[in-house]
């Protein structure tokens, strides 16, 4: 795990070396994306409800999610996958919630 966060930093870090301002925009935008997530979830634990979520939304969020996952290892972008990854247990989250606990 550590080689791995290591790995990440290098990239950073060269990233930064060559001037890639967009290489740092999508890092900032993915950051920002999986943070701005975090406010939602605590609203519906503490609400217990996620009655005004549609369904057909989270539906199609999840395919789209999923083609992104498929994107990302057909690119090669850890960045992409994991993105989509925690966006998918997020969606997956709401289902739990909408349909397992019935809220």
Request: glycine share 6%; aromatic share 16%; no cysteine.
């Amino acid at each position: 795990m550590l080689n791995k966060l290591q790995k990440y930093y290098d990239l950073i870090i060269q990233e930064y070396n060559e001037g890639d301002i967009y290489f740092f925009i999508g890092l900032v935008a993915n950051i920002l994306l999986i943070v701005s997530l975090i406010p939602i979830v605590i609203h519906i634990v503490n609400i217990n409800s996620t009655y005004q979520y549609p369904l057909s939304s989270l539906l199609i969020k999840i395919v789209v999610v999923i083609m992104w996952i498929i994107y990302g290892f057909g690119r090669g972008s850890e960045m992409i996958i994991l993105r989509s990854v925690i966006l998918l247990l997020y969606f997956l989250f709401f289902i739990y919630m909408k349909f397992i606990k019935g809220v």
